[in-house]
DNA sequence: GTGGTGTACTGGTCAGACCAGACATTGGTC
DNA sequence: GACCAATGTCTGGTCTGACCAGTACACCAC
């Protein structure tokens, strides 16, 4: 029995999606040699014209690999899309965080980096500004509003990443704060409502920021760098203490 | 004399290869119905079997849109995916080109650090054997297919990138690798298509490879960076040559 | 004017032939 | 027995000419 039934539209396209879902079915696996061009076109019905279309456009799509005389086989990298948006990542991976952290550590580095040396007075007028805000804001409110100073925060540190005069720095950093914000924004409150910690952040912002309004590029990195890697270990620490807690609340459950 | 010259393997590719220089040098314009099969036929001096399958694999990749009785005109939208934020900016700034390999190079630094650190025996073999795929094609191949070099170029890096063990560094990378080759695919195009670059390339992944599988962290970091910077000095150079191109008349007879 | 109709295009498919590369088998030589 | 070249038959690659099927437009009857 022939081939034709589902996609049987004695087509070009209609070859490629009854291919491909040969293919994703597991009937054909990659590496292995397809069936030759007649002996195809045999099975699907088509002619051979219309059979070298659809395997052309299963080339195009890297789905398959022809080698004259030889044959077509499956490629071996069938996967090639995948549009996961990154987001699902930390559902499933906890780890993730310090991943993302480790990236973003890497682009705020060279953006201070850049912004130390790239950077004209304008840009350092601007800095010094949301810096001083920032700073301002942690010395004067009794109580502080950790909202109010994450959004200051991010905007020193945006400040910074827009003197690097690199748009695309710029974009792929503010994507990964979102993403850092939105997925882990109890963590970090939990980091400012602490004392210590927010100590340590306000020496590093400024140092920071002293490094990149001097013009200091190798210094300026050195401290963003500093900067990033000591708040992953303070979260992994929050971590750590949350499980406990988690723990004992478990047992409290039991008790009820 | 027919248009044959350049590209002029009577051959689908042949054919692919010369119809998208004519729309790129502006000869067919986006909107314009392309001459009938059988003129092109004529022209490109091929059958209409290979002219087919050569407009199909330019329909596989949207550049061309052919409905049944009417004819096949130059796609509108030639990169049609623009689903990214970033695309608008290459459209006003060509010098952001610039800026996203500078931060491309700063992703795949770190990653062949990492890779380098991180990568356990097995990470080592999978980029060895892309290594070996890609350096076996350009070595064998007599006629080089572009479109297939730079998958092999890209699964080696994404091989790489994928021994950091830092999924989200891979995301990263791999949706800046994305924009940069939709958007700037000709380049990289003629960048493969030259010797002399070409010889550049492999001499450098080479040496990438060869730093990464023997564990070699800052090493394999310093020539990834060479690698990024070589290669945008030559998009570079390619671009002053091309402009200095356009300058010149590349009015064709007998094209209208 | 309006509306149908014919016709000359367009792409889509088919069949059969031949060319060219790859490879296993065969048959020879050493 | 080991090696190597000739060869036959697979494979994909290309060409030809024919016919089918949609589209557009000029033409003609109303």
Redesign the interface.
Same mark, same amino acid.
């Given at each position: 029995m022939p081939l034709t039934s589902d996609h049987g539209l004695r087509t @070009?396209d209609g070859v490629a999606a009854t291919l491909e879902q040969l293919i994703l079915d597991g009937v054909f696996r990659p590496g292995q040699l397809l069936p030759s061009e007649r002996r195809l076109c045999d099975k699907l019905g088509v002619s051979r014209?219309s059979l070298? $279309?659809g395997l052309?456009?299963l080339r195009?799509?890297?789905v398959i690999d022809t080698r004259h005389g030889r044959g077509s086989s499956v490629a071996q990298?069938v996967p090639p899309r995948d549009d996961?948006p990154?987001m699902h %990542?930390f559902k499933s991976?906890p780890r !993730?965080l310090y991943? %993302?952290l $480790?990236?973003r550590a890497? #682009?705020e580095g $060279?953006s201070a980096f850049l912004a130390a040396s790239r950077g004209t007075p304008a840009d350092r007028v601007l800095i010094t500004r949301h810096y001083l805000e920032m700073a301002d804001y942690v010395a004067e409110a009794g109580i502080i509003d950790v909202e109010r100073l994450a959004r200051l925060d991010h905007a020193f540190h945006l400040a910074i990443c827009q003197a690097s005069h690199? @748009?695309? #720095?710029v974009? !792929?950093l503010q994507s #990964?704060t979102d993403l850092l914000l939105s997925s882990v924004f109890a963590s970090v409150k939990n980091l400012y409502h602490r004392a210590e910690p927010r100590e340590m952040i306000n020496r590093q912002h400024a140092d920071l920021h002293e490094a990149v309004v001097q013009g200091k590029p190798a210094l300026a990195k050195r401290v963003a760098l500093e900067h990033l890697t000591s708040i992953g270990e303070r979260l992994r620490d929050i971590e750590v203490e949350t499980q406990r807690l988690e723990r004992s609340a478990m047992r409290l459950e039991g008790w009820e």
């Open positions: @070009p014209s070298r $279309e052309r456009i195009s799509k890297g990298l996961n990154l %990542l991976q !993730t991943d %993302l $480790e990236v890497l #682009l $060279e690199n @748009p695309v #720095l974009h !792929t #990964l």
